[in-house]
């Protein structure tokens, strides 16, 4: 059984980008990271360390409730948007970049962890954050979540496995989402809602 992180180690892992888990840290914790199993050494220059499956269970497990609590607030560090705030958005010119960034992180993460090196298709980190990541590709396409009036998108889970659903005013904006998600690498089908007739989107990361 692997021993858990030290509590050195554990502010390494907690500071490890939100998007990519690209890490960074002094030469020796990162190698004992990577000793741990909890990072990686990307083979290629510049030769970055990254977490591992393992690392990112850890950096997004919840602390006991004796455990220091040693990371940043949610609120402090990159989220994705996913609609539906009580209170108006910044978009200003900051969240764009800060957007782009991670987007990029995103498509960089699937250079490195898709098998065939592939960027035009969902990697294992999007398979298992789903609305994350739907709202990560919808946000940075310009998409606007939805605020307090209700216009925009709004990324939800649902019982159905690796799927999301995508509401959006129906018309040219719903299909809109559909085209920014499929360009992405999701599969997204517009469904009917049987209560409220309302139409919506159901989306999954494609596999090929």
């Keep these: 059984m692997t021993r858990p992180p030290t509590a050195a180690q554990r502010r ?9 888990g690209r890490l960074r840290g002094s030469e020796a914790q990162l190698a004992a990271l990577v000793k741990r199993g909890f990072a990686f ?12 499956p393992a690392g990112h269970r850890i950096r997004e497990a ?42 990029q992180g995103l498509l960089e993460l699937r250079r490195m962890t898709n098998a065939d090196g592939a960027t035009d298709r969902p990697c294992g980190w999007e398979r298992t954050h ?17 605020g307090p009036d209700g216009d925009g998108y709004r990324v939800r889970a649902t019982p159905q496995p690796e ?5 959006a005013p129906e018309g040219e904006e719903l299909r809109a989402c559909a085209a920014t998600l499929e360009r992405a690498g999701w ?6 809602e049987p209560r ?6 159901l ?5 090929v």
């Design 12 to 20: 390494v892992i907690d500071a490890a980008d939100p998007v990519t």
């Design 41 to 52: 050494r990307h083979p290629r220059p510049p030769h970055d360390h990254f977490l591992t």
């Design 62 to 103: 919840v602390p006991a409730p004796d455990e220091p609590v040693t990371r940043a607030p949610a609120s402090g560090g990159f989220a994705a948007r996913v609609g539906g705030a009580e209170e108006p958005y910044d978009s200003g010119p900051a969240r764009r970049r800060e957007v782009l960034s991670a987007w």
């Design 130 to 146: 789903l609305v994350r990541a739907a709202a990560l590709a919808l946000e940075a396409a310009g998409h606007h979540p939805a």
């Design 163 to 167: 799927a999301v659903a995508v509401h």
């Design 187 to 192: 599969q997204a089908g517009e469904y009917t």
């Design 196 to 201: 409220t007739r309302a139409r919506y989107l």
């Design 203 to 207: 989306a999954s990361p494609r596999r």
